[in-house]
């Protein structure tokens, strides 16, 4: 009997178990724990006291030449003493192993465990050092490139992808999607009459927030999950911090977090005028990630009303945080 097509399977923890301790210097009295799904699937592996993260890419999410420059990007931190979960090279010395899964090849990479644990409401103090890490990530990876990133998020490119992918699902919501027009417009009048010498450019993290960084007992942070990664203005990911889970931050927390930054990189006016631009760039860019993946074929449609909804949390935000600042 034909086997049916499929979009995304769910690997074999048993058999990806079999692969990790032949490929890579692990026993085979190794445990593995399935962990979440989402861009890429992410399991645990454990042996005695020694932990693992093993990240599955889904099909055709990245490209190989991107997760390479990740790869390289991360290794380069590593080298120069940020504190960053790293990939590991398996026994024959390649970080990348191909998987013949039956929606087609995956890519799957084994990193070093980032110790400590998540947590969404900094102190002061927790912010400030937050801010410092950020900025030595930064002062490192401004105007350098290792190759292809899986992200680009310059303003333009960006706005052509969110109209692109949100116009249809907006047919029945003309007022949202004409805020968008609205938006774009501001957008590119706003960064066409700056200064761009005024803007670090390098490589972003891409995903800056709660889930993508652990912090130990002695307050040290390890950052992971460089999946969203991407040349752009570097004040973005200030941006993505200062948007994801707002509520928990105070503005006492992001003045705390922009000293702590401020200690590696300088910030320009210029910059900090433009954070809130990102955070509005980075929902947006968010939103149209989920609608590309969520279109009734790979996975459920996300209803259109949410959309809209989305979009009205979208304006309110931006008004009150960038158009304050003009």
Known sequence: MLIFPVEYSSLSTKALKKLISNIYPIGKNSSIQFLKRGFNDTYLITENNKKYILRVYKHNWRTLESIETEINTINYLKENLCSVSFPIKNKQGAFIQKINAPEGERYAVLFSFAEGHLIRKLTLEQSYLLGIEVGKIHLLTQNKFFGTTAQDYDIDKQFKIILKTLKPILVNYPEQYAYLLQLKDDFINTFNNIDKNELGFGICHGDLQAENFHIDQDNKFTFFDFDFFGKGYLAYDIGVFIWYDHKNKTPETINSFLKGYQTQRNLT??????????????????????????????????????????????????????????
């Not at 954070?275 to 590309?292: D, E, G, K, V």
């Open 269 to 326: 006016e210029t910059e900090l005028k433009l954070i809130p631009y990102f955070s509005t760039l980075r929902a947006l860019f968010q939103m149209t990630l989920y609608c590309n993946i969520s279109n009734g074929q790979d996975l459920p449609l996300w209803p259109a009303q949410q959309v809209a909804d989305f979009i009205k949390k979208v304006n309110t935000w931006h008004d009150k945080k960038a158009k304050g600042l003009k």
